[in-house]
Each structure stands twice: as C-alpha cells, then as structure tokens.
C-alpha cells in the first residue's frame, strides 16, 4: 500500500468476521494534495493483493492522522474502536471522526451491530 503514490502512511488491523476469521481493515493517510476516494484505492490494492495471493481487505479507511503512541507506533487499539464507532454510525458525520473517506470491498457483506 506504501508503494502507491498517493499514501503518505497506512496501517492494516484484523476485526472478527464472520465464521471466527479476521476481516483486514486498513487505515490510509493521503499526501498532500491527492485527490482519489476510498473505493479507488481498496479496488486498486485489492487487485495487488489477490494478484500476490494475500487475502484481500475488508474496509478501508481515510484518516487524517493515524494514532502514535510517545514510541512512534501506530496505536492499533485506537483504530479497533475508530472502526467499531464507523459501524455504528456509518451514516452520520464520520468527519468528526476524523475519517474522511471509506469503503467497504464488493464482496464483504457489510456487519449489523445490535
């Protein structure tokens, strides 16, 4: 995902999906000034993945910033609860999240939290 020439950083975490697998979900913050959506970017990483034999992503995300701890690591536990606050109000103003973009892969059914 780094390869691509319009992230600047990414992060990827797995979320429970069905039947007990891991679903991969990656966080993506832009260069400056780049300009593509959510969907262009999972379908165009998605394709590199499969074409590598790596399991696809669920989700994809576009941040702002990603979460660093005082060592410089992305806190992925941070992450996990951004995306759990997505399903829950993937309908509402994600902005405040400070999730600017998103997209589900076309073939991942989308989860219902009740």
Do not use: W
Request: with cysteine; glycine share 6%.
């Amino acid at each position: 995902m780094k390869n691509n020439s319009a992230v600047a950083d990414c992060t990827i975490i797995g979320v429970p999906k069905e039947k007990g697998l891991d679903g991969l979900v990656a966080f993506i913050k832009l260069k400056a000034q780049q300009n593509i959506t959510a969907s262009a970017l999972i379908t165009a990483i998605n394709k590199q993945l499969l074409d590598n034999n790596f399991e696809p992503l669920s989700f994809l995300g576009i941040v702002s910033n990603l979460p660093v701890g005082s060592t410089g690591k992305v806190l992925k536990r941070k992450l996990r609860e951004q995306y759990q606050d997505i399903l829950i109000c993937a309908e509402h103003n994600l902005d405040s999240k400070g999730l600017h973009d998103f997209a589900y892969a076309a073939h991942i059914k989308v989860p219902v939290r009740s």
